[in-house]
């Protein structure tokens, strides 16, 4: 079920809620469908462990793991899980950094490019039906709204 069912369904009483809360709310059911969607489409490895690479393969360098933390949104804990299970199953590695040996940085493994390569026609195939009828001017419009959005969060914290 999608949330336009769930709004039609009158089972919610959605009358009165700031549209503010609501779109919150959106992003987080989202989350969790997109989330439920690409664990299922994925099997190997889950979202958040997909997530994490896609993110390593940006980087210009390998990244520490204070690095990918930031770049995530995530604690330091809840990365370093990941990439223990990512590790576990021959998909990252630790080494040390060339200049300071305490730090270590996170490389890919060639099994972990041979697996992107293997699903990238799967991951191109569901952006292309998510994103379907959308147009480059809203998702520029929702890329900016989203960003400032995470930078009055940022505010937040302090």
Known sequence: MNIEDIVRSGNLDFSGIPLNYYLLGL???????????????????SWK?????????????????????????????????????LEKKQFIAFQPDEKDRRK???????RCLEF???????GAAVMDRMFNGITREELSATIQTITRIEKNLRGCEQ
């Open 104 to 110: 270590q940085r996170i490389v890919l493994t060639d």
């Open 27 to 45: 992003l987080s059911a989202f989350d969790n469908r997109f989330q439920a969607m690409a664990d299922r489409t994925m099997r190997e490895i």
């Open 49 to 85: 462990q997909f997530f994490a690479i896609i993110c390593i393969r940006m980087c210009r360098k390998p990244p520490t793991l204070g690095e990918l933390s930031d770049i995530l949104g995530s604690s330091h804990q809840n990365v370093k899980q990941i990439l223990l299970k």
């Open 116 to 122: 992107c390569e293997k699903n990238n026609d799967t």
